[in-house]
Nanobody
Framework: QVQLVESGGGLVQAGGSLRLSCAAS????????MGWFRQAPGKEREFVAA????????LYADSVKGRFTISRDNAKNMVYLQMNSLKPEDTAVYYC????????????????WGQGTQVTVSS
């Protein structure tokens, strides 16, 4: 059973930074791409970033490109999202995500989700 556990959310002022972490367990971590999604109040869940199995390929939503960086540590079964220059519109619950079978990195959601971590950016 794949488990994803996010941490690192919190309250930060606009222009600040946060680093989200996601601990994965239950299968060979390095065999699958990983991603981050977010959901703001009253809005649909949206793609934020994704990273390939080796970390060579990284995909970003246009809204976060240049401000957020996704990375992974396959030795620790961890994926990270470094968020810089945060804006109030980045306020959302952030979810770690992966798929049960897909091995190619993509912007679409997989079927495993973490419980989410709240990020609030004040103006």
């Amino acid at each position: 059973q794949v488990q994803l556990v996010e941490s690192g959310g919190g309250l930060v002022q606009a222009g600040g930074s946060l680093r989200l972490s996601c601990a994965a367990s239950g299968r060979t971590f390095s065999s699958y791409p990983m991603g981050w999604f977010r959901q703001a109040p009253g809005k649909e869940r949206e793609f934020v970033a994704a990273i390939s199995r080796t970390g060579v390929t990284r995909l970003y939503a246009d809204s976060v490109k240049g401000r957020f960086t996704i990375s992974r540590d396959n030795a620790k079964n961890m994926v990270y999202l470094q968020m810089n220059s945060l804006k109030p519109e980045d306020t959302a619950v952030y979810y770690c995500n992966t798929d049960s079978t897909r091995v190619v990195v993509a912007r679409t959601a997989g079927d495993y989700w973490g419980q989410g971590t709240q990020v609030t950016v004040s103006s």
